[in-house]
């Protein structure tokens, strides 16, 4: 590269300089939704267990800076999505007064930004990334491809085959909970079903316009109930029951209903097979009878109802929340209790406010596609069509 810098004009080597600089920048900025769904395969996927942590900052600042960049040099609308914005604006200003108002701990800054900050700044960003039925496309692709590692992870985790299992840091019990169960590189089992339940409605909509069909449609309506078997959290199963009744009784694609069926014929026989193994089926008749989680979880939800009720306006802050409920549940001693109910957490640490402005936010999601005019709504047949929404609210 030096001699040919050598050979160009005085005059002419700025530009090439500044050409040479711009070309990976244009590059990334002619596909972003190709960098967009890159950042969110680092996040899944950077191993928490080596110091690679910043490999995710830095993807994320990447993503925003080309983005940007691309939305000044096409003069894009750094609109804001309507009445989504404000509660999610209002939500990320409350969490961030509770963790200015703690002492500096690295710990609260990461839980603010993987909660509230990456997710806001994400959601903003797809409105000017996915722009296009391409950008949409690649989207779904990525949706889907996601959703056949995790399933097939979960079912070599049931299957206890362990050698097929990538990355390895799953497998390490030291790291995360839930090592007993199929919990994926998200290392939690409800976060891994929860995942599993979204990415399977994609499926379900992508099955419904024939974008899976055939072998690889029948490989994900088999595999998808079992990797959700396989994460042995109730929770996780009575919202696929609840999603995929709900469909079955609402569509009137008759491609989906059949499609729910096969869903359910799935499950069903993946429960017949598991309980025809003996240590496999004895792990879910202990998982179903077992009542401790239960237990805990009612004390945990009668103490934040209570800890509402007494502060029902401010909220006790993320500071005084652990210490208070530790004071309140004494049948349970644990290092942290966590409510596994979002309504119930935000009542409590922020008050009826942040509990209003969690709700505005569902109801406004809910209500976006709605707004949005014919002509705006993708054409049907195609990701994110009209009949996607009956999906979507599922």
Not at 26 to 32: F, I, K, T
Not at 362 to 375: E, Q, Y
Request: aromatic residues 12%; hydrophobic residues 55%; charged residues 15%.
């Amino acid at each position: 590269m030096g001699h040919i810098a050598r050979g160009l004009p005085g005059g002419e080597l700025p530009q090439w300089t500044v050409s040479t600089v711009m070309r990976p920048l244009h590059a990334l900025m002619v596909a972003p939704s190709l960098l967009f769904v890159a950042t969110l395969a680092v996040m899944l996927f950077h191993p928490p267990d080596v110091q690679l942590y910043w490999l995710d900052r830095i993807a994320f600042l990447l993503l925003i800076f080309i983005v940007l960049l691309r939305a000044f040099s096409l003069q894009q609308s750094l609109r804001v999505a309507g009445s989504v914005t404000w509660p999610m604006l209002g939500l990320l200003a409350l969490a961030l007064s509770c963790v200015l108002a703690q002492p500096y701990e690295p710990q609260n800054w990461s839980l603010f930004a993987a909660k509230w900050l990456v997710p806001f700044v994400l959601f903003h960003l797809a409105g000017l990334v996915f722009d296009d039925a391409a950008s949409l496309k690649r989207f779904e692709t990525f949706a889907l491809v996601t959703l056949a590692y995790l399933s097939f992870t979960a079912i070599m985790s049931l299957a206890g085959i362990n050698a097929l299992i990538f990355p390895r840091y799953i497998l390490d019990e030291g790291l995360g909970i839930h090592a007993d169960r199929a919990r994926g590189p998200l290392l939690q089992a409800v976060a891994n079903g929860v995942t599993l339940n979204l990415l399977g409605l994609i499926a379900l909509d992508s099955f419904r316009r024939k974008r899976l069909r055939g072998l690889l449609g029948l490989v994900f309506l088999s595999a998808v109930p079992l990797g959700l078997l396989a994460t042995k959290t109730r929770a996780v199963w009575l919202s696929f029951a609840a999603s995929v009744l709900m469909l079955f009784l609402t569509s009137t694609s008759l491609r989906l209903r059949r499609a729910c069926l096969g869903l359910a014929l799935a499950a069903s026989i993946g429960l017949l097979v598991i309980f025809s193994f003996g240590n496999a089926g004895s792990s879910f008749d202990a998982r179903l009878e077992e009542r401790g989680p239960v237990e805990f979880r009612m004390a945990v939800y009668q103490a934040g109802w209570e800890m509402f009720l007494d502060k029902p306006f401010a909220g006790w802050g993320a500071e005084n929340m652990q210490p208070e409920l530790a004071k309140r549940i004494s049948d349970f001693h644990q290092e942290a209790f966590f409510f596994h109910n979002t309504y119930l957490e935000i009542a409590v640490e922020h008050g009826l406010l942040g509990l209003t402005l969690y709700l505005w936010m569902v109801v406004a999601l809910f209500r976006l596609s709605r707004k949005l005019p014919g002509s705006a709504l993708p054409p049907p047949g195609s990701f994110l069509d009209g009949s996607f929404r009956l999906v979507s609210t599922c």
